[in-house]
């Protein structure tokens, strides 16, 4: 038998990418542990073949991942063209912190398996793409020069955090951060007692 590479079938891939979809969509709405049937019921395939795809629901979540990391890193390339560097910024920062409130549980999820060998090529892209923001920003004098791209990337998690899930709320914090990022006119900084 001869080793010819297995074709991949058309009605595979569309399954794949509809059970992705759905799973992203439902990850976003109710967590990481939603039961990978409903999954399935929603993506309108049968269990079978959502194991067939995915080996488990750390493999599902380690996918959408993948796919939705991959889609944020690349968009911020499209943003940097921005006349409105901080605008840009803020609609980049936005998505992130979507990003991360749609995998609530996911933490634990890690925690109970194995370490997530991806994590670090896929906050490499995360970290890239914001410095990408960043450094236009600042060449443009739109943010301090003294904000690192560590500073954007902790405050946009501390916002997820604090936001719960309201959209509402992350955006009211994400703009009192973005005036916090303003360049400094007149102000002094505080120091710490």
């Not at 970290?127 to 960043?134: G, K, N, T, V």
Request: glycine fraction near 8%; charged fraction near 20%; proline fraction near 3%.
């Amino acid at each position: 038998m001869t080793g010819k590479p297995r074709r991949v079938r058309a009605d595979g891939v569309i399954n794949r990418d509809r059970i992705m979809s759905t799973a992203a969509r439902m990850f976003a709405e109710r967590g990481v542990d939603v039961p990978l049937d409903e999954i399935a019921v929603a993506a309108g395939v049968g269990s079978a073949t959502l194991h067939r795809h995915f080996t488990g629901r750390l493999d599902l979540v380690h996918s959408v991942l993948d796919v939705e990391a991959g889609r944020l890193a690349a968009c911020a390339g499209e943003l940097a063209c921005s006349s409105d560097p901080a605008g840009a910024l803020a609609d980049w920062l936005h998505r992130l912190i979507a990003f991360t409130a749609s995998f609530r549980g996911l933490a634990v999820l890690l925690g109970a398996h194995q370490a997530d060998t991806t994590l670090e090529e896929r906050h490499r892209a995360l970290y890239d793409a914001a410095q990408l923001l960043l450094h236009h920003c600042q060449a443009q004098g739109a943010v301090d020069a003294d904000v690192t791209v560590g500073d954007l990337l902790k405050l946009a998690n501390a916002i997820s955090i604090a936001s719960a899930g309201s959209a509402e709320t992350a955006h009211r914090l994400l703009n009192i951060m973005m005036n916090g990022l303003l360049p400094p006119t007149h102000a002094t900084a505080v120091s710490p007692s």
